[in-house]
Nanobody, 124 residues
Framework: QVQLVESGGGSVQAGGSLKLSCVAP????????MGWFRQSPGKEREGVAI????????FYKSSVKGRFTISLDKSKNTVFLQMDSLKPEDTAMYYC?????????????????WGQGTQVTVSS
């Protein structure tokens, strides 16, 4: 049963921008950290950005700092990922996640809920 629903993926040229959205049920949104992971063919999943809804704390993968911004719209139970200055290496399936497990912030096992993913393709 899909509980996190992503949208906003697509194809863009290098240097362009995309904004991903993820809507979650209120009970998940209000009680978990929310964020984004990505996975490219042949590579492991990697954390991109995480946000704590209660405190607004944000965490970013080093290679996206300064280019990606994670944010919330609490009135709509939505988390966003604004992606600017996109690079071909950002090409991946992007997954919305939610969870409150223990461990490293970008450890996939920490997140109980995963969306089905939205594809982002950046051409050079």
């Amino acid at each position: 049963q899909v509980q996190l629903v992503e949208s906003g993926g697509g194809s863009v040229q290098a240097g362009g921008s995309l904004k991903l959205s993820c809507v979650a049920p209120a009970d998940i949104y209000n009680n978990n950290r929310m964020g984004w992971f990505r996975q490219s063919p042949g590579k492991e999943r990697e954390g991109v950005a995480i946000i704590s809804p209660n405190y607004g704390s944000t965490f970013y993968k080093s290679s996206v700092k300064g280019r990606f911004t994670i944010s919330l719209d609490k009135s709509k139970n939505t988390v966003f990922l604004q992606m600017d200055s996109l690079k071909p290496e950002d090409t991946a399936m992007y997954y919305c996640v939610a969870g409150r497990g223990l461990g490293a912030m970008f450890e996939p096992a920490r997140y109980d809920y995963w969306g089905q993913g939205t594809q982002v393709t950046v051409s050079s």
